[in-house]
């Protein structure tokens, strides 16, 4: 079973950074799209970033020139890289990977990005 572990959230101030990375664990298989993606309290989940097995990104508008995804195939992990936040940016944040061989996507548990000061 393939389990995605999520760390590096935590309480940052406006205008600060953070750095979030999640790894797929007991996976064999090749991983295509792996991408973030976060809730707010009251809102529907929403795409972050995104980014393909060659390195291909798509960013939602209201992330871009401020976040950036990265990954590292031979770890099997997955980064985003949150600059200059602000409180909207506020959010359960939530990574995903795709594997093509399963048919199926997995989750990440979550981890809590908040922006106050």
């Known amino acids: 079973q393939v389990q995605l572990v999520e760390s590096g959230g935590g309480l940052v101030q406006p205008g600060g950074s953070l750095r979030l990375s999640c790894t797929a664990f007991?996976?064999?298989?090749?991983?295509?799209?792996m991408g973030w993606y976060r809730q707010a309290p009251g809102k529907q989940r929403e795409l972050v970033a995104v980014?393909?097995?060659?390195?291909?990104?798509n960013y939602a508008d209201s992330v871009k020139g401020r976040f950036t995804i990265s990954r590292d195939n031979a770890k099997n992990t997955v980064y985003l890289q949150m600059n200059s936040l602000k409180p909207e940016d506020t959010a359960a944040y939530y990574c995903?990977?795709?594997?093509?061989?399963?048919?199926?996507?997995?989750w990440g548990q979550g981890t809590q990005v908040t922006v106050s000061s």
């Open positions: 995903n990977a795709k594997f093509p061989q399963l048919s199926r996507s997995y």
């Open positions: 007991k996976s064999t298989f090749t991983i295509g799209d």
């Open positions: 980014i393909s097995s060659v390195g291909t990104t």
